[in-house]
């Protein structure tokens, strides 16, 4: 039988019983469970990389330092992931574009560096792709017989020569191999101010134009073009929202409501950075209105975008088919980024998210869920329970579901515990785990990592809250646990908590626990996952 510790996991070994009876084996077998010890998995390929906390789904450049996504464009069946790079050392330095590719936003081709530094315009900083369909920038070169399209990226220019930060414009015609900077950059000069960047481009088509949001100080400003060359102001928007800091990395789309039917709205994601020292960087969203020229909105709060603490400048992927909208972010804070523990390479993505809206009573929520083309990488189902099963104290389940990589659904019922979740990264012998809890009377979720491990920094702090009201008291949660970060995707992807973690290797083990009372599993399943590389 699964071992556990009597005294202690008395009403547990009930559950574990119960739910070693519904576990099928690995492989598809669903008649020949495991007696005892893990579930049989058939061993992954090697890693490529096998440094401590290297991420085995999550995107990494292979060294060397990386921040924010960049430059996301879907074109001729590739997914294009260009970032803000430093190739030569594992900090923040003068920055480049690095860049990879995907056919299917799990598995990831590393390319050559794509912009780099320029003595006269500055250092290259984030920005943004789309697909010059019609050739409005009359820079696409077709080939003949063939319409002229290509990629066109704008993005920000910082310092150079006159130490100012500006958007130029850079276009690919081979597939984004190459990326041509226009002659008569840059293409919207500085118009006074320090902060003025991020530049996120899409084509607006009711009113036949493409439209540029960026990030102005405390403010976001909205420009117009029939070119990509030439832009004129619509627009400001903001100062908005309670959160302290200079506004970066703005994001703009339409998306319809679930719920309503016939009715869209339109999101407004802006991170807000108070500064390396002051306080934590984070994502907020607005929900609201753009009629082309100007963003409306009757939010005054903020809404975090993910309650965790590394998740930051999000971009979503522009000309994606049927219009998914699809985000991916850098999953770091500027709090702490620069003394991650983890060498050649420093900076990972989170995985990349499919992002919704959906009404919620009187709410329109943002719902944000794993892409689903990573359920390709499950590999081995380590455990399954169908419930109702009850469980009291700790149910360790570290003997069948223990992993690296780890994909958990369950769905708990809460009512009559105070508080009751689950813990990844189990160590026992080291006293480490990272805890997702419930507090049924405070109504939120929280993501504990001040055990997970190597705690580097004063600055990386432990505790991450969320508020949360559930109906009929069901928590159902999705979470994926990397080398090196969990993200929880809670009541349907709509509260989403995403955390760096730096546990022991042996730090491996599963466990579901409840205090003040019991509760209820109405679903587990766990897989291990495969890594992309
Ligand atoms: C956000 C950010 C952007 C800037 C880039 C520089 O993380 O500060 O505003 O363009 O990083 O790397």
Redesign the pocket.
């Given at each position: 039988m699964i071992p556990f510790r009597p005294h202690r996991y008395a009403a547990a070994a009930a559950l574990l019983l119960a739910l070693s009876r519904g576990l099928p084996a690995c492989g598809g077998r669903t008649d020949d469970a495991p007696e005892s010890g893990s579930a049989v998995c058939p061993p992954l390929p090697e890693p490529v990389y096998t440094e401590p906390w290297r991420p085995w789904f999550h995107f990494t450049p292979e060294t060397n330092w990386m921040?924010?996504p960049n430059g996301l464009v879907f074109f001729r069946g590739e997914y294009h992931l260009f970032y803000?790079h430093q190739p030569e050392i594992p900090f923040?330095g003068p920055?480049h574009w690095g860049h990879a590719v995907s056919r299917d936003l799990v598995r990831w081709q590393p390319l050559p560096v794509a912009l780099a530094p320029d003595p006269v315009g500055g250092q290259a900083?984030?920005g943004s792709g789309v697909v010059d369909r019609w050739n409005t920038s009359g820079l696409c070169r077709g080939a003949p017989g063939e319409a002229a399209s290509c990629l066109a990226f704008l993005f920000?220019r910082h310092g150079g020569a006159d130490g100012t930060e500006k958007q130029d414009l850079a276009v690919s015609n081979d597939a984004g191999r190459t990326l041509e900077p226009y002659a008569h950059n840059p293409v919207l000069p500085n118009p006074g101010g320090r902060d003025f960047?991020?530049p996120k481009v899409f084509w607006h088509e009711p009113t036949g134009r493409w439209v540029m949001v960026l990030?102005a100080g405390d403010r976001v400003r909205f420009f117009a073009s029939q070119d990509l060359l030439e832009w004129t102001w619509l627009s400001d928007f903001g100062p908005a929202g309670t959160e302290p800091g200079v506004w970066?990395?703005p994001d703009l789309f339409e998306l319809p409501v679930d719920g309503l039917p016939g009715e869209t709205r339109w999101v407004l994601k802006v991170?807000f950075?108070p500064g390396i020292v002051i306080g934590d960087s984070g994502a907020q969203f607005f929900v609201g209105w753009f009629d082309g020229a100007r963003f409306l909105t009757e939010q005054v709060e903020t809404r975090r975008v993910d309650f965790g603490a590394d998740f930051?400048?999000a971009q979503s992927w522009s000309d994606t088919p049927q219009g998914r909208r699809i985000w991916i972010a850098?999953m770091n804070n500027?709090r702490y980024a620069l003394f991650t523990p983890t060498a050649p390479w420093r900076g990972a993505m989170t995985v990349p998210r499919e992002v919704r809206l959906s009404k919620q009573g009187e709410e329109i929520v943002l719902v944000q869920r794993p892409a689903p083309e990573l359920d390709m990488l499950r590999h081995c189902l380590l455990f399954r329970a169908a419930g109702p099963l009850e469980i009291h104290g700790e149910a360790d389940l570290s003997d069948r579901a223990a992993g690296e990589t780890l994909e958990i659904r369950a769905v708990l019922d809460v009512r009559r515990a105070r508080r009751t979740g689950l813990r990844v990264g189990v160590n026992p012998d080291r006293e480490e785990a990272t805890e997702i809890a419930y507090d049924t009377e405070r109504e939120t979720l929280s993501m504990d990592r001040g055990r997970s491990g190597t705690f580097f920094s004063e600055r990386f702090s432990g505790l991450h809250e969320a508020p949360l009201a559930l109906e009929d008291n069901l928590l159902d949660l999705h979470i994926l646990v990397d080398r090196s970060s969990v993200e929880v995707f809670a009541a349907g992807g709509r509260v989403v908590m995403t955390d760096l973690v730096f546990p022991a290797p042996e730090s491996r083990g599963v466990a579901l626990f409840t205090e003040g009372g019991p509760a209820v599993v109405h679903a587990l399943e766990i897989h291990s996952l495969g890594h992309i590389w």
């Open positions: 921040n924010d803000q923040f920055m900083y984030s920000t960047r991020d990030a970066e990395c991170d950075n930051y400048a850098w500027w």
